[in-house]
């Protein structure tokens, strides 16, 4: 039985598929790259563009590392938050120095959240 894509995967392979055009690589030669065997890279790039399958998250890592993209661009929420981390990404280091600071006022996460309880005691 053949399992339809979700949403959500449709809109990763729409991203891996923007990612790979934009580096310039065919399907086969993203495959090959992050270690693939040749006669199956291009049908397993081709099944994680149309959502068919889904990559673990090493085979993501080896991707994005291939395509220069952090791995965070295929999972942000929306189009314009995956954009934003592809641009970062590319950004020189004035721009992104520029960013820190335009963004200095937003409060941020703590550095260390502390954990609610510990793992060796039990919940109350």
């Given at each position: ?7 959500l ?19 086969r ?5 992050i270690?693939?065997?040749e006669?199956a890279?291009?049908a ?5 563009e149309?959502?068919i399958?889904?990559?673990d998250l090493?085979t ?23 954009d934003?981390?592809?641009?970062h990404e590319?950004?020189s280091a004035?721009?992104r ?9 937003v409060?941020g996460l703590?550095a260390e ?5 510990s ?6």
């Amino acid at each position: 039985m053949k399992r339809e894509p979700s949403e959500l995967d449709q809109q990763w392979g729409a991203r891996l598929r923007r990612a790979r055009l934009a580096a310039a690589l065919s399907q086969r030669k993203l495959g090959v790259g992050i270690g693939l065997d040749e006669s199956a890279a291009n049908a397993r790039i081709n099944r994680y563009e149309t959502g068919i399958h889904r990559p673990d998250l090493l085979t993501v890592r080896n991707i994005a590392r291939e395509l220069g993209v952090p791995v965070a661009y295929f999972y942000a929420e929306s189009d314009e938050l995956a954009d934003l981390i592809y641009r970062h990404e590319r950004a020189s280091a004035s721009v992104r120095k520029s960013i820190k600071k335009l963004l200095e006022d937003v409060p941020g996460l703590p550095a260390e959240a502390p954990l609610k309880h510990s793992p060796n005691k039990p919940r109350e």
